[in-house]
């Protein structure tokens, strides 16, 4: 096994587009990294310069201790799985699986012995003669992972391997790969644009914005101190509330947060945090989870300091949770209520904010004060 180490990479297309900017990056042996952001913020790229498939227009890449950016895919000793399977249509699943290691001239009995114990640790030796086509999604899934697990790789690779799963299936092949990296304990970075998936996998999650690393930290981390709004609103579901706001003090000694149409008292052990931002533009955030009905007495007290009115245009429920699309004034808001608040739409409603769960950001970096 090995760590894989980025220093100030750089992937530029046409000598202008800057498709990975600047990236600095460990990934420690035996762990799991989830690189994760929107379509085009270069974390396919990424990988794919990892693998040897693009070329470093600039900076390292480490596997271990050799530098590889001048060696070819087949000598870097890693295994990529692709989103789309990549299987070979006119073998069946045990040539599928062989293939590589008969390229690489293995003898016969390793190769039948590597083939199989894969097999069995991904549940699929039953299907070792057929063909891919007479193979479900997920199964094919699970023998591009077969073939990647029998090249014994120092690292694993996997580029949205199961974007094409449907929900449910997507579930259960996630579960299967985390129990499988735990017993092969190998190096895998793993690219996704599904939040969910990121915050549920990853031993780490590496935020990716426009080819610019925004942050890099355990999923955990990330979610509760967003370094900057980016990350906070596209880690979490619903995403982040926003509002732009001023940072005033109170004839009292309080501080609030004014925006345009409620004011909140900052928490006192976050005064320290903002006494510069005084008279300065600011953007709070409030996650829909971070929102509780003022007339539920069992999660937080209600008071003038966190409490703003709404108006309620849309509530969905959805069994144990619901979901409430509403209005302060001009501004949208959504909140996540648990599944026994009746109310109906078109009426106004009391909200609480968690104020020690808000956020703080600076309008003009966009990055977090708190």
Same mark, same amino acid.
């Given at each position: 096994?090995?760590?894989?180490?980025?220093?100030?990479?750089?992937?530029?297309?046409?000598?202008?587009?800057?498709?990975?900017?600047?990236?600095?990056?460990?990934?420690?042996?035996?762990?799991?990294?989830?690189?994760?952001?929107?379509?085009?913020?270069?974390?396919?790229?990424?990988?794919?310069?990892?693998?040897?498939?693009?070329?470093?227009?600039?900076?390292?890449?480490?596997?271990?201790?050799?530098?590889?950016?001048?060696?070819?895919?087949?000598?870097?000793?890693?295994?990529?799985?692709?989103?789309?399977?990549?299987?070979?249509?006119?073998?069946?699943?045990?040539?599928?699986?062989?293939?590589?290691?008969?390229?690489?001239?293995?003898?016969?009995?390793?190769?039948?012995?590597?083939?199989?114990?894969?097999?069995?640790?991904?549940?699929?030796?039953?299907?070792?003669?057929?063909?891919?086509?007479?193979?479900?999604?997920?199964?094919?899934?699970?023998?591009?992972?077969?073939?990647?697990?029998?090249?014994?790789?120092?690292?694993?690779?996997?580029?949205?391997?199961?974007?094409?799963?449907?929900?449910?299936?997507?579930?259960?092949?996630?579960?299967?790969?985390?129990?499988?990296?735990?017993?092969?304990?190998?190096? *895998? /970075? $793993?690219? !996704?644009?599904?939040?969910?998936?990121?915050?549920?996998?990853? #031993?780490?999650?590496?935020?990716? %914005?426009?080819?610019?690393?925004?942050?890099?930290?355990?999923?955990?981390?990330?979610?509760?101190?967003?370094?900057?709004?980016?990350?906070?609103?596209?880690?979490?579901?619903?995403?982040?509330?926003?509002?732009?706001?001023?940072?005033?003090?109170?004839?009292?000694?309080?501080?609030?947060?004014?925006?345009?149409?409620?004011?909140?008292?900052?928490?006192?052990?976050?005064?320290?945090?903002?006494?510069?931002?005084?008279?300065?533009?600011?953007?709070?955030?409030?996650?829909?989870?971070?929102?509780?009905?003022?007339?539920?007495?069992?999660?937080?007290?209600?008071?003038?300091?966190?409490?703003?009115?709404?108006?309620?245009?849309?509530?969905?429920?959805?069994?144990?949770?619901? *979901? /409430? $699309?509403? !209005?302060?004034?001009?501004?949208?808001?959504?909140?996540?209520? #648990?599944?026994?608040?009746?109310? %109906?739409?078109?009426?106004?409603?009391?909200?609480?904010?968690?104020?020690?769960?808000?956020?703080?950001?600076?309008?003009?970096?966009?990055?977090?004060?708190?």
């Amino acid at each position: 096994m090995a760590s894989v180490t980025l220093t100030n990479l750089f992937k530029r297309f046409d000598g202008s587009v800057c498709a990975v900017n600047d990236v600095n990056l460990t990934i420690n042996d035996k762990e799991f990294m989830v690189l994760v952001g929107p379509s085009g913020c270069g974390k396919t790229t990424t990988m794919r310069m990892i693998a040897g498939l693009e070329e470093v227009s600039e900076g390292d890449i480490h596997i271990g201790s050799r530098r590889v950016n001048d060696l070819s895919p087949k000598d870097r000793d890693i295994a990529m799985v692709f989103q789309n399977y990549a299987l070979y249509p006119h073998m069946n699943v045990y040539d599928n699986m062989a293939f590589g290691l008969k390229i690489r001239k293995l003898p016969k009995e390793e190769i039948r012995k590597r083939v199989e114990e894969a097999a069995k640790l991904l549940g699929i030796t039953e299907y070792l003669q057929r063909k891919p086509k007479a193979l479900s999604g997920g199964q094919r899934q699970r023998v591009a992972v077969g073939r990647a697990i029998v090249r014994e790789p120092q690292v694993f690779l996997m580029d949205e391997p199961l974007s094409n799963l449907d929900a449910q299936l997507r579930v259960q092949t996630r579960a299967e790969l985390i129990k499988l990296h735990r017993r092969l304990g190998i190096t *895998t /970075i $793993y690219v !996704t644009h599904d939040q969910v998936e990121a915050m549920t996998m990853g #031993d780490r999650i590496a935020v990716m %914005k426009g080819g610019i690393l925004q942050q890099c930290d355990t999923p955990m981390q990330v979610y509760n101190h967003p370094a900057n709004i980016f990350v906070a609103s596209f880690i979490g579901t619903p995403a982040t509330n926003f509002f732009p706001a001023v940072v005033t003090e109170a004839a009292g000694g309080d501080f609030l947060i004014e925006s345009t149409d409620f004011s909140v008292t900052v928490p006192k052990d976050r005064e320290s945090l903002i006494k510069d931002y005084v008279g300065k533009d600011v953007v709070f955030g409030i996650r829909p989870t971070d929102i509780y009905d003022a007339n539920k007495k069992d999660h937080i007290e209600s008071i003038p300091g966190n409490t703003v009115k709404a108006n309620v245009e849309v509530v969905e429920h959805m069994g144990d949770k619901v *979901t /409430i $699309y509403a !209005t302060i004034g001009k501004h949208q808001i959504i909140a996540v209520f #648990d599944g026994e608040y009746k109310a %109906k739409d078109d009426h106004t409603a009391c909200f609480v904010f968690d104020l020690l769960k808000s956020h703080l950001f600076e309008a003009e970096s966009q990055k977090a004060i708190y």
